[in-house]
């Protein structure tokens, strides 16, 4: 259990600011996820959580604690780092209790015990005794989680774990992930990523960061619905949304209309807008429609099923009723 | 996670994949080792040849061609006296020789030692990140680059009996209650030989270290901090553990250049019975002594003992020159 709490959290390298005043309450035994695009400052920030880099001015706090001073070890967390990071000179069993065996008064058998446990609950028993060069990707990166279960961490944190991965094994790993959550609901996850649907899928919470900053903090569904900035609204969903700017716009009293592929119906006459069909994607389940109208980037139309557009047709949309982002100049929703 | 893989197997010994492509490797192998290999013949292989042919024979150096085969006797022979008592000659009995073996492995030893322990220390300050780092790393190689019998020459002088800065200091510091002959004193010419040979050597056991030190991966040490892991039980149980493999071979390295030491010795503390070492000892006897087939004896008995002791420290060892086990 552990409540952490951000207080207009700076950090800088030299002359230049990475973290530029971030307040953020995690709540105690929340999957928060921080995800914005490469450079915002996520690892970073997760990194002064972790204590691995030293807080240039502002306060963490672990349950109303100050901990800006505490050594990693001490603040009750584990880690999980992208490259794993596993001790290539031992074997997975040393691996996980190495942390463990450092620790006065742990006994052997007590040790043994919780890293079977942690193995059974990954499935990497078999590979107890092997070293990590012997493993997969995928069974290194449960290691590596195994070695974060075995410290019985109030707060786990993630950097970017499933990066490494390839498509089918990030799926899987994800879900795990998520189990993992659910059984162990005492513990605060901070998790880092880049990827906006590992985001929308763990997180109880996201915090969006851009350029330092906080940009919005919600659940999935919040940020999905109410994005707070143009950014925002870009940065969650896939397809990402549609801008809508300029002329096309003002009959809705806004500088930009964002509208999701999936809020945009086609008519076959008197749409709102009428577009070019220039690339057209089936995915089986869904498909896309990509259409030239003018705008910045191609307009992109979400259909079920298979569609049977060509390139050069042209096709008339309207979004559906109360789904439109209506956003002003500076990026700011009009609700 | 049924869709998870192992990682690809390591080759399987004694299953041999002889394809066309190998075979052509091999065949390209083949003729970029040739020229190595004949020079190693020219310089190393004959020469070792000669010298080992003349230790069986009764060579000097006024007569090399003309040497006649006397077996062993070089090494050992024996002549019973009239009284009934057998007097014994020869290498293996002549005390000098086992003086300078005795020495050359002392010296080897402490040498290889604390150039290991500084160079660790050295390599282990050089890896952190600091201003100026480069320069350092470059300042840190110049004993290294300055040529034998340079350095040796200008610590004879710091090691003067009477001029000497190192006495002077001693004295003056009040370290020293009268000044050293460091060089010619039987007590401490070995100290003073040491001296110049780990601040001479010690940078290159540093450099061969430092690049090992920078193969370890950074997170590592993340997830050590995370582990709780003290600084100094870091050090013993993941940095000496990776760093492994290339210390042995930078030990190996120095372990050959030590055991073979002749240079600083000839120049430092010439005729000293206390730093007499193998190398010496048989040049003296190959060219002072004109006793050229003893003094081959010898350079064969040096060659012998490395050997052995090189073999011993890569099975003991487990070294593998192949950059380690990761």
Redesign the interface.
């Known amino acids: 259990m552990a409540n952490i709490q951000l207080r207009n959290v700076r950090k800088a390298f030299g002359a230049v600011e990475v973290i530029k005043g971030i307040d953020l309450n995690i709540r105690s035994g929340e999957f928060m996820v921080f995800v914005g695009p490469s450079g915002c400052g996520k690892s970073t920030l997760l990194r002064l959580v972790a204590g691995l880099e030293d807080i240039t001015s502002g306060e963490l706090a672990f349950d109303g604690k100050v901990v800006n001073g505490l050594a990693p070890s001490k603040r009750g967390i584990a880690m999980v780092f992208q490259s794993y990071a596993l001790y290539p000179h031992m074997t997975v069993f040393d691996n996980m209790a190495f942390g463990l065996t450092l620790e006065k008064g742990t006994d052997k058998d007590e040790i043994r015990k919780r890293v079977e446990n942690a193995a059974e609950l990954l499935q990497i028993t078999p590979y107890l005794a092997r070293l990590p060069k012997q493993l997969s990707g995928g069974q290194r990166q449960r290691v590596a989680i195994g070695r974060a279960i075995v410290r019985d961490p109030k707060v786990f944190l993630f950097d970017e774990p499933l990066s490494n991965l390839d498509a089918a094994l990030r799926v899987a790993t994800r879900i795990e992930i998520a189990k993992l959550h659910e059984s162990m609901h005492n513990v605060t996850m901070i998790y880092v990523t880049h990827d906006q649907v590992e985001a929308m899928t763990l997180a109880d919470r996201i915090c969006v960061l851009r350029d330092g900053l906080v940009e919005q903090v919600g659940t999935p569904m919040e940020l999905y619905e109410t994005p707070d900035s143009l950014f925002v609204a870009g940065f969650i969903g896939s397809p990402k949304m549609n801008f809508i700017a300029g002329d096309k716009a003002k009959p809705f009293g806004a500088h930009t209309v964002g509208v999701r592929g999936e809020h945009l119906v086609i008519k076959p006459s008197d749409g709102t807008w009428s577009g070019t069909v220039i690339h057209t994607e089936n995915l089986g389940a869904d498909s896309y429609v990509y259409l030239e109208m003018g705008t910045e980037e191609p307009v992109v139309v979400r259909l079920d099923g298979v569609n049977n557009y060509k390139s050069g047709d042209v096709v008339h949309i309207s979004p559906m009723d109360d789904k439109i982002h209506r956003f002003d100049a500076a990026g700011k929703p009009i609700r | ?1 049924a ?5 690809p197997p390591m080759a399987l010994p004694g299953v041999r994949i002889k394809s066309e492509l190998m075979q052509q490797r091999a065949r390209a192998a083949r003729w970029f080792l040739l020229p190595m290999l004949i020079a190693l013949a020219v310089v190393a292989g004959w020469p070792l040849l000669r010298s080992i042919y003349f230790s069986f024979t009764d060579a000097s150096l006024n007569n090399l061609y003309g040497a006649e085969w006397v077996g062993f006797n070089n090494y050992l022979r024996w002549t019973t006296l009239d009284s009934g008592k057998t007097v014994y000659r020869g290498l293996l009995v002549d005390p000098k020789w086992w003086g300078a073996v005795g020495n050359t492995l002392r010296f080897a030893a402490y040498s290889v030692t604390f150039e290991a322990i500084f160079g660790m220390i050295v390599a282990l300050v050089l890896n952190a990140e600091f201003k100026g780092r480069g320069i350092v790393r470059a300042a840190i190689l110049i004993p290294w680059a300055i040529p034998t019998i340079v350095s040796a020459k200008m610590w004879s002088w710091m090691l003067n009996d009477q001029f000497g800065i190192l006495n002077d200091l001693g004295m003056k510091l009040g370290l020293l209650s009268q000044k050293v002959a460091w060089t010619a004193n039987a007590d401490t010419a070995m100290t003073a030989v040491l001296i110049v040979d780990i601040w001479k050597t010690t940078p290159f056991m540093a450099l061969l270290i430092l690049a090992g030190l920078q193969m370890i ?1 950074k ?2 040490y ?9 600084p100094v ?1 870091q050090f013993f ?2 940095t000496l ?2 760093v492994r493999p290339a210390l042995m071979v930078a030990i190996i390295f120095r372990l050959l250049d030590a055991l073979r030491i002749f240079d600083l010795i000839y120049v430092l503390t010439p005729n000293s019975d206390s730093t007499k070492t193998m190398s010496v000892l048989a040049r003296e006897n190959l060219f002072d002594f004109d006793k050229f087939a003893y003094g081959s004896a010898m350079s064969t008995m040096l060659f012998l003992i490395i050997a052995v002791l090189t073999i011993l420290y890569i099975w003991l060892g487990k070294v593998r020159f192949d950059g380690g ?2």
């Open positions: 996670m869709t998870d893989t192992l990682a991966p997170d590592i993340e997830a050590a901090e995370i582990d709780g892991v003290h039980k149980r993941i553990p990776l086990d990761r």
